[in-house]
């Protein structure tokens, strides 16, 4: 069996916009400059349907359809029986055909000249396919068959974890997260090696790694990452020092770092905002209720951010959140929903949502809570994987993430993928240096 990938023809003049078939009819044409061109370029004259989340699909000329297989591949057949000129088209509405894709049954008729013994499928994150029928020799002819640009980007495609606390003291090392979610080995340390610190994204590509503690006192030093996962050497620390900080990413391209303990023990509220050309600032007056324990944030709605959970002193663990503006602004606490707890880690997923997991409530868990698009966190979601505290998350894929490392109580290096959907997925066994209080971002 083959795979048949498909051929088009289209002709664009200054006042023609065509689609031949291999005999050379034209199969649809209009006048350029006119609002119909565009709507055919785009697939506008089509009757879109419903979402389509269906292992199998029967489709109908004249129809578009949303092809989501977050959950399964899709087999679509098409009509018995069909006349020249006959449209459909199928979209990947959920960025996923890479993984489960899509096959085409052309149901006696020929599909762009072969018979419908071959296999015709798709399996391209962001594809679109249009076809048009030409008559009985060539079949269904795709005229559109590649990948949509998603713009605005979903996120970053690689992550890196980095610094920590190993069996074997403080850790400077990293391990790069592939555009797959496949942890690399240990790649040597730059800086100073450190545990309780954050990481996040800045500059739309690149990330971030600061604050923590060096094993004799709290500091503010930073580290940038490149955008090819380079970690750079030493940024004096600008801002209070501490440590148990959280970080996210707002306004698209830039970050900002907030919460943790000082030196007294104090926690605090502080945050410092991070520019997209990675420059920390000066703190800024903290808002809401000041905590450490590693609370943890996420990026969500795709350019806002939330920090979430951590421990209040006397009080113990918290749930409450804040959100972050698109301007950087921290919001007052908003009630908690879900289990109160710390030593817990979130990412981003899904271009627009977040996720919150794990962490301890006293006892060690694993449940997670999803963030919407809109920065409303939902009730627990029961556990998947490992229950382990003091971990760390990022995005990788475009829209998927990870959670990494932690404590079980024994210091560990599994790491748990995040799909598009937000499904927490078991456990995979660890690569690197296990080790915990550790920091992730994505970079692209």
Same mark, same amino acid.
């Given at each position: 069996?083959?795979?048949?990938?498909?051929?088009?023809?289209?002709?664009?003049?200054?006042?023609?916009?065509?689609?031949?078939?291999?005999?050379?009819?034209?199969?649809?044409?209009?006048?350029?400059?006119?609002?119909?061109?565009?709507?055919?370029?785009?697939?506008?004259?089509?009757?879109?349907?419903?979402?389509?989340?269906?292992?199998?699909?029967?489709?109908?000329?004249?129809?578009?359809?949303?092809?989501?297989?977050?959950?399964?591949?899709?087999?679509?057949?098409?009509?018995?029986?069909?006349?020249?000129?006959?449209?459909?088209?199928?979209?990947?509405?959920?960025?996923?055909?890479?993984?489960?894709?899509?096959?085409?049954?052309?149901?006696?008729?020929?599909?762009?000249?072969?018979?419908?013994?071959?296999?015709?499928?798709?399996?391209?994150?962001?594809?679109?396919?249009?076809?048009?029928?030409?008559?009985?020799?060539?079949?269904?002819?795709?005229?559109?068959?590649?990948?949509?640009?998603?713009?605005?980007?979903?996120?970053?495609?690689?992550?890196?974890?980095?610094?920590?606390?190993?069996?074997?003291?403080?850790?400077? $090392?990293?391990?790069? &997260?592939? #555009? /797959?979610?496949?942890?690399? +080995? !240990?790649?040597? @340390? =730059?800086?100073?090696? *450190? %545990?309780?610190?954050?990481?996040?994204?800045?500059?739309?590509?690149?990330?971030?790694?600061?604050?923590?503690?060096?094993?004799?006192?709290?500091?503010?030093?930073?580290?940038?990452?490149?955008?090819?996962?380079?970690?750079?050497?030493?940024?004096?620390?600008?801002?209070?020092?501490?440590?148990?900080?959280?970080?996210?990413?707002?306004?698209?391209?830039?970050?900002?770092?907030?919460?943790?303990?000082?030196?007294?023990?104090?926690?605090?509220?502080?945050?410092?905002?991070?520019?997209?050309?990675?420059?920390?600032?000066?703190?800024?007056?903290?808002?809401?209720?000041?905590?450490?324990?590693?609370?943890?944030?996420?990026?969500?709605?795709?350019?806002?951010?939330?920090?979430?959970?951590?421990?209040?002193?006397?009080?113990?663990?918290?749930? $409450?959140?804040?959100? &972050?503006? #698109? /301007?950087?602004?921290?919001? +007052? !606490?908003?009630? @908690? =929903?879900?289990?109160? *707890? %710390?030593?817990?880690?979130?990412?981003?997923?899904?271009?627009?949502?977040?996720?919150?997991?794990?962490?301890?409530?006293?006892?060690?868990?694993?449940?997670?809570?999803?963030?919407?698009?809109?920065?409303?966190?939902?009730?627990?979601?029961?556990?998947?994987?490992?229950?382990?505290?003091?971990?760390?998350?990022?995005?990788?894929?475009?829209?998927?993430?990870?959670?990494?490392?932690?404590?079980?109580?024994?210091?560990v290096s599994m790491t748990n993928l995040v799909s598009n959907a937000g499904v927490v997925a078991t456990d995979v066994t660890g690569v690197g240096t296990a080790r915990k209080a550790l920091a992730a971002c994505s970079f692209n």
């Amino acid at each position: 069996m083959s795979g048949i990938t498909g051929s088009k023809l289209n002709i664009r003049g200054s006042g023609l916009v065509a689609k031949l078939g291999t005999d050379g009819q034209i199969l649809t044409s209009t006048g350029a400059g006119t609002q119909a061109a565009f709507e055919d370029a785009a697939g506008g004259g089509l009757d879109w349907q419903t979402i389509v989340t269906a292992s199998t699909l029967t489709a109908v000329a004249g129809n578009g359809y949303w092809i989501d297989t977050t959950s399964n591949a899709c087999t679509i057949t098409l009509p018995g029986t069909a006349s020249n000129g006959d449209e459909i088209m199928f979209v990947d509405y959920a960025r996923n055909w890479g993984t489960n894709g899509i096959v085409i049954d052309s149901n006696g008729l020929n599909y762009q000249g072969d018979d419908d013994t071959y296999t015709v499928e798709y399996g391209t994150d962001g594809q679109a396919v249009r076809i048009f029928y030409s008559g009985a020799t060539n079949g269904w002819i795709p005229t559109l068959d590649k990948a949509v640009d998603d713009v605005p980007s979903k996120g970053n495609s690689e992550g890196i974890f980095g610094f920590g606390a190993s069996a074997g003291g403080n850790q400077s $090392m990293t391990n790069l &997260v592939s #555009n /797959a979610g496949v942890v690399s +080995s !240990d790649v040597t @340390g =730059v800086g100073t090696a *450190r %545990y309780a610190t954050a990481g996040t994204q800045y500059g739309g590509d690149k990330g971030i790694f600061g604050f923590g503690h060096d094993g004799s006192s709290r500091i503010s030093t930073s580290n940038l990452v490149s955008n090819a996962g380079v970690v750079a050497s030493d940024v004096t620390g600008v801002g209070t020092v501490r440590h148990q900080v959280t970080a996210c990413s707002y306004g698209g391209d830039k970050g900002i770092f907030g919460f943790g303990m000082l030196t007294d023990g104090t926690y605090v509220s502080t945050t410092n905002l991070v520019s997209n050309a990675g420059v920390v600032a000066s703190d800024t007056t903290g808002v809401g209720t000041g905590r450490g324990e590693f609370p943890a944030g996420c990026e969500y709605g795709g350019d806002k951010g939330i920090f979430g959970y951590g421990y209040v002193s006397g009080t113990a663990a918290v749930s $409450m959140t804040n959100l &972050v503006s #698109n /301007a950087g602004v921290v919001s +007052s !606490d908003v009630t @908690g =929903v879900g289990t109160a *707890r %710390y030593g817990i880690a979130a990412c981003s997923y899904g271009g627009d949502k977040g996720i919150f997991a794990y962490g301890t409530t006293g006892s060690i868990v694993s449940m997670s809570n999803l963030v919407s698009n809109a920065g409303v966190v939902a009730s627990d979601v029961t556990g998947v994987g490992t229950a382990r505290e003091q971990l760390a998350a990022c995005e990788y894929g475009q829209g998927k993430g990870i959670f990494g490392y932690g404590q079980t109580p024994t210091k560990v290096s599994m790491t748990n993928l995040v799909s598009n959907a937000g499904v927490v997925a078991t456990d995979v066994t660890g690569v690197g240096t296990a080790r915990k209080a550790l920091a992730a971002c994505s970079f692209n």
